[in-house]
């Protein structure tokens, strides 16, 4: 008997939690979704923010009822460490594209460093024009790459360090940011060769952090693609939430919950605002926001307990 055109759709499993994924030079995001997907046979999955191709390190991504806390972990700090080429700028801000400026002047490691203090805080930062961000409808690169002219506005970011971390060459610079969410490097290091009168590009990238996520938990294939030992370095669901706070509950409470009622708070131990996650026997059911000591259930999970 022939097999049913799209059974084998059904043979994903139910599988939840995070995968703190190092995401290797040359893969796309997209790709690395669908290769976790692939290697955890999973009916559900995505990312919580999106990681150039030419970018390695951290691309947290979520399974199954885990997406349900990717704003949390895409909304948390991002860490970067990255190498800057002074000399020239290219209308990517990276490797990825042609020269549009070139300049003979290279800065010294005194001026740089009193530099960097005027790109951290709230600043002012205009988006690399190859960027993601949607213009009427349509992605800003894929207008740029069209030979569109892409002027993307000033918009607010916030910056928490920038340190100057080696000066391999007169022609390099590696630094390291932390900073908020839809903040860009390359615009940093585009901006910064301006700043010094010089143009710069980045030439290296490497995320560190995402939210609850930082360098030593992130996996590489080699770990998580183990024919002989299966598939490994899944956390779960609530590692995504673990900047959160949280409120042990019992069985009635989850099963109130999960009606998507809002639970009262008692004891001292509850927080009296902000997010929190309820948790019952280890096992996450609902999160969302306290008010006026209750927790609404924002999000309810389908986890066994």
């Excluded at 796309?28 to 955890?40: E, Q, Y």
Aim: proline letters at 8%.
């Amino acid at each position: 008997m022939n097999q049913p055109q799209g059974q084998h759709r059904n043979t994903r499993r139910d599988v939840s939690g995070w995968i703190v994924f190092d995401k290797p030079v040359g893969m796309t995001s997209t790709h690395a979704v669908s290769r976790m997907k692939r290697i955890f046979n999973a009916k559900k999955a995505g990312h919580a923010g999106t990681l150039d191709p030419l970018a390695s390190g951290i691309l947290p991504i979520a399974l199954g009822e885990a997406t349900k806390t990717v704003p949390f972990v895409q909304d948390g700090e991002k860490a970067y460490r990255f190498t800057v080429r002074w000399g020239v700028q290219t209308n990517t801000d990276d490797t990825e594209g042609h020269p549009v400026a070139q300049s003979d002047v290279r800065p010294s490691t005194e001026a740089i460093v009193q530099a960097l203090p005027s790109f951290v805080g709230t600043i002012q930062q205009r988006p690399p024009a190859f960027s993601a961000i949607k213009i009427d409808g349509e992605r800003a690169y894929d207008r740029a790459r069209d030979g569109l002219e892409v002027e993307l506005p000033l918009r607010a970011v916030t910056v928490h360090s920038l340190d100057l971390v080696a000066v391999p060459s007169v022609d390099e610079a590696v630094l390291e940011a932390k900073c908020g969410k839809g903040t860009y490097v390359r615009a940093i290091a585009r901006d910064l060769g301006l700043m010094l009168g010089c143009f710069g590009h980045v030439t290296a990238l490497r995320r560190t952090r995402v939210g609850p996520f930082f360098e030593p938990d992130a996996v590489g294939l080699d770990v998580l693609d183990n024919p002989e030992q299966g598939p490994a370095g899944l956390l779960p669901v609530e590692a995504g939430l673990s900047e959160v706070a949280c409120v042990p509950i019992n069985r009635g409470d989850a099963v109130h919950l999960r009606r998507g009622q809002p639970l009262i708070l008692r004891g001292h131990d509850a927080p009296f605002e902000g997010m929190a996650f309820a948790a019952c026997g280890g096992v996450v059911v609902a999160f969302g926001p306290i008010e006026q000591g209750a927790l609404q259930p924002y999000r309810v999970f389908n986890l066994p307990f």
